[in-house]
């Protein structure tokens, strides 16, 4: 992904460790939707099918959420707090009925795309031009990894605890707790890039 200059080493790790954390959660609560749902609770298929057909709508809607609430409240407040709702929606999604499945999946959905703005604010404005790509890289690499992690994590979990709802439980709370490390970032809010160049130069 890249060397990062000593500066702003702290605010790149913190941001792609939670980056990943969330990756942690959404990975295996989206991955193992069909599974539990068919397999487990056996519900219609077609509830499934209509359940990812409805995420595309609520995912839009989240986004357009978390726009406004990274320009209204900050980045941090609106990044922490969805990632925070994120891990309680994965844990609530398993927890044993279609109806909860449901709404738990359209809420992580919701929420986790709300995470997308006001973390992709606080990439392009806590660092300067020259460091922004190398930022990304780490970004999308801990995303990839929390991701993996939670797959395998999640399963494993499932497994020793007999069931999806200790796995999810699990990862959930654990999602929703590393939300908390947005208070560790500086507020973004408000920065001009051009200050950024200038502190850079």
Do not use: C, H, K
Request: glycine content about 16%; overall charge neutral; aromatic content about 8%.
């Amino acid at each position: 992904p890249g060397r990062v200059p000593a500066p702003y080493v702290r605010s790149v790790a913190l941001l792609s460790v939670l980056s990943g954390a969330i990756a942690l959660g959404t990975g295996p609560a989206f991955s193992y939707l069909f599974v539990y749902g068919e397999r487990v609770l056996g519900v219609d298929p077609a509830l499934v099918t209509a359940l990812v057909v409805l995420a595309g709508p609520v995912g839009l809607v989240g986004i357009l959420l978390g726009r406004a609430a990274a320009d209204r409240v900050g980045r941090n407040v609106a990044a922490g707090a969805s990632m925070v709702l994120t891990g309680l929606a994965v844990a609530w999604a398993y927890g044993g009925t279609a109806v909860q499945l449901a709404v738990g999946y359209l809420l992580a959905i919701g929420f986790s795309s709300a995470f997308a703005p006001p973390t992709g604010a606080l990439g392009a404005e806590l660092v300067p031009t020259r460091v922004r790509a190398t930022l990304a890289g780490w970004v999308t690499f801990a995303g990839v990894i929390g991701a993996v992690v939670g797959i395998y994590g999640f399963g494993a979990l499932a497994d020793a605890t007999g069931g999806f709802r200790g796995a999810a439980l699990v990862i959930g709370l654990a999602t929703s707790v590393a939300g908390l490390g947005f208070r560790l970032l500086p507020e973004t809010r408000g920065v001009e890039l051009e200050d950024l160049e200038d502190d850079a130069a």
